[in-house]
């Protein structure tokens, strides 16, 4: 029996050290052999995902450079407009400067007429007779200019109102506070619905709608824009975000049809080539 028991300890023994020898535990494939391929698919993956955030990012990107370009022609646009009406009032003033020195001109005229009636006199003395009617003519002119000044109060008050409400509310929107950028807007063409900033104002409050993705609201104010007003500079504007409303609401033939108008009724424009550019993206 011992040596029964031996053989099998010796056994054993061989066994365990043939075992012990084996590179991968017995003969079967190394835990790294399929570690290896785990891990190739997870970079893979990773890498995929990486590249689809990427992309995402860069369309993101994209939409706020279309957006400050569109801004830059705005304020180059508005710019325009300004110097426009800074020429328009200097040669207003311009054209208004010989009136007031030919009202003047009769003053010094009416001067030598006492004097020569003091020089036919003898007497020397008759001169402080000439101050008298000097305070005559300087105070006829006087009266004339508060009677130019208060032709028109009223509506330089009310346009210098609508400038400064129209350009806080713009101020309150380019801050980012939206909702108090749509009340403001809303307000100012509810006192100002034909003023010099309507147009403006309509557009900027469609377009703090679009900001806050109330998209039945701006499409309403963004037509108006165009119904409203259909001689204003932000007509195309409107058409354009129009068009990129349906298209973010995958309405991709309303969103055809808004671009192709742009491009059609407003060639030449920045809003044209933006709605070239993504005409141009979108699915044929």
């Not at 426009?84 to 007031?100: E, F, H, I, V, Y």
């Not at 709608?209 to 409107?238: H, T």
Request: glycine residues 6%; hydrophobic residues 40%; proline residues 8%.
């Amino acid at each position: 029996m011992s040596k029964h028991a031996l053989l099998i300890l010796s056994l054993g023994f061989g066994l365990c050290a043939e075992a012990a020898a084996a590179p991968n535990g017995g003969g079967y494939p190394a835990a790294s052999a399929y570690a290896q391929p785990a891990a190739t698919d997870n970079a893979i993956f990773e890498v995929l995902g990486r590249l689809e955030q990427l992309q995402s990012e860069v369309q993101q990107l994209r939409g706020m450079v279309e957006e400050q370009s569109q801004t830059i022609a705005d304020l180059q646009r508005k710019q325009s407009n300004m110097y426009s009406d800074l020429d328009d009032r200097m040669q207003a003033l311009t054209a208004g400067g010989p009136a007031p020195s030919g009202q003047s001109s009769p003053a010094p005229a009416s001067i030598p007429a006492p004097a020569d009636a003091a020089a036919a006199q003898p007497s020397a003395p008759a001169a402080p007779v000439a101050p008298t009617p000097a305070p005559v003519t300087t105070a006829t002119p006087v009266p004339a200019a508060p009677v130019v000044v208060d032709n028109k109060p009223t509506a330089t008050a009310a346009q210098g109102n609508e400038k400064e409400r129209y350009q806080s509310a713009y101020d309150t929107l380019r801050n980012g506070h939206n909702a108090q950028a749509i009340k403001m807007f809303q307000d100012l063409l509810k006192d100002f619905p034909a003023g010099e900033f309507a147009d403006n104002s309509q557009y900027w409050l469609a377009e703090a709608y679009k900001i806050n993705r109330e998209f039945d609201a701006a499409r309403g104010a963004f037509n108006k824009v165009v119904s409203q007003y259909p001689n204003s500079s932000k007509v195309p504007d409107a058409l354009l975000k129009l068009g990129y409303i349906e298209f973010d609401l995958q309405n991709t033939a309303k969103a055809r049809d808004y671009l192709t108008r742009v491009t059609t009724s407003y060639p030449g424009t920045t809003a044209a080539h933006l709605a070239e550019k993504k005409l141009a993206q979108m699915p044929q």
